[in-house]
């Protein structure tokens, strides 16, 4: 049985090297909409042939992280493991299978790339968890450490994904930053809000008698339309009283 990872087929055209992931991933901005989502200026977004070679990376590393379907297959790695420390010595073989068993059933929900890495690194004795190395690792910790070694796996499929799905944009040249705030200021003068500095935009003094002449008209009216009784008649007799002052006397 072959003990070859699945990133093995993966052809080298269709590879991308993990620093320029890196940059990659660094060029990213959040987004100010989307907190969980991210943006980035489009003269240093993925080209065309990174992005097709970064969704090969991508479709290798979800193959790697999934879980193993064949539990031969772990079978077969953790015997080779276990070859070097003390199976087959003064025990039988019923022994050795439900010793392997241990193994395979702890190891059943990790896929086999990270199996198999872990299983290189305590052949070579360096792994990253502590270890006691006189003893063989406990079927707890080969899971351990497999699962330790998918840590920068997990990480680089996340960076891959968040270029991957990351929204460019287009850098505003000074005249398009100039329109904005033109718009913006002509914005302010029609609402009469401060601006940037502080000033208060006021309405001019017609303007204001204007709007108050229009605010009672249409007071009156809406009186008249629908008042009864007397109250409502003395304060449309009010009404039309301050309408017809003049202009200061009201």
């Given at each position: 049985m072959s003990n070859r990872l699945p990133s093995t087929r993966t052809t080298q055209a269709l590879s991308l090297p993990e620093a320029r992931i890196e940059v990659l991933h660094g060029a990213l901005e959040a987004h100010p909409a989307h907190p969980t989502r991210y943006c980035v200026r489009s003269d240093r977004a993925a080209t065309t042939a990174e992005r097709r070679a970064l969704c090969?990376?991508?479709?290798?590393?979800?193959?790697?992280?999934?879980?193993?379907?064949?539990?031969?297959?772990?079978?077969?790695?953790v015997t080779r493991v276990l070859l070097g420390f003390?199976?087959?010595?003064?025990?039988?073989?019923?022994?050795?299978?439900?010793?392997i068993g241990e193994y395979v059933s702890a190891l059943k929900a990790l896929p086999l790339a990270a199996i198999h890495a872990a299983a290189e690194r305590f052949r070579s004795a360096i792994t990253l968890l502590p270890w006691n190395r006189r003893f063989r690792p406990s079927p707890a910790e080969f899971a351990a450490e497999t699962r330790e070694g998918m840590v920068p796996m997990r990480t680089r499929l996340l960076h891959v994904r968040r270029v991957l799905d990351a929204e460019p944009y287009a850098v505003p040249?000074?005249?398009?930053?100039?329109?904005?705030?033109?718009?913006?200021?002509?914005?302010?003068?029609?609402?009469?809000?401060?601006?940037?500095?502080?000033?208060?935009?006021?309405?001019?003094?017609?303007?204001?008698?204007?709007?108050?002449?229009?605010?009672?008209?249409?007071?009156?009216?809406?009186?008249?339309?629908a008042g009864r009784g007397p109250e409502i008649g003395?304060?449309?007799?009010?009404?039309?009283?301050?309408?017809?002052?003049?202009?200061?006397?009201?």
């Open positions: 090969a990376v991508s479709e290798r590393l979800e193959a790697e992280l999934a879980p193993c379907a064949n539990l031969d297959h772990i079978d077969t790695v003390e199976q087959g010595r003064g025990r039988g073989d019923d022994e050795n299978d439900a010793l040249t000074e005249a398009q930053r100039e329109k904005v705030a033109a718009a913006a200021e002509a914005y302010l003068q029609r609402a009469h809000l401060p601006n940037e500095k502080g000033d208060q935009r006021r309405e001019m003094p017609a303007e204001i008698e204007a709007a108050r002449d229009a605010k009672i008209r249409e007071s009156v009216a809406r009186l008249r339309q003395r304060l449309i007799a009010h009404l039309d009283a301050r309408q017809s002052q003049p202009a200061g006397l009201s």
